[in-house]
Nanobody
Framework: QVWLVESGGGLVQPGGSLRLSCETS????????MTWHRQAPGKERELVAT???????NYTDSVKGRFTISIDNVKNAIYLQMHSLKPEDTAVYFC???????????WGQGTQVTVSS
């Protein structure tokens, strides 16, 4: 059974930084595509950052240059480092694992990020 637990959200002022963590149940990252998504109130869930099993990364345009996705294979964790935060980054952030071979998605429960002065 694969589980994911996000943490690290909170209230931060515009221009501030946060690092989100996604602890996993020991999934072998070589079998998964790893992503971070976010959902703001009244909006659809949005893909924010992607890391393939080969380590390639991609970001939605609105966060390029400000957010960085990374993994720690020893800790079985996925991170999202966020800098220069803006009020429009306010959302619940979710991490996701997509298994390449059985095409199954696993989600965490989300962590709230609020950017406000």
């Amino acid at each position: 059974q694969v589980w994911l637990v996000e943490s690290g959200g909170g209230l931060v002022q515009p221009g501030g930084s946060l690092r989100l963590s996604c602890e996993t149940s020991g999934a072998n990252f070589k079998l998964y595509r790893m992503t971070w998504h976010r959902q703001a109130p009244g909006k659809e869930r949005e893909l924010v950052a992607t890391m393939t099993s080969g380590g390639s990364t991609n970001y939605t345009d609105s966060v390029k240059g400000r957010f960085t996705i990374s993994i720690d294979n020893v800790k079985n964790a996925i991170y999202l480092q966020m800098h220069s935060l803006k009020p429009e980054d306010t959302a619940v952030y979710f991490c996701n694992l997509h298994h390449y071979f059985i095409h199954t998605d696993y989600w965490g429960q989300g962590t709230q990020v609020t950017v406000s002065s």
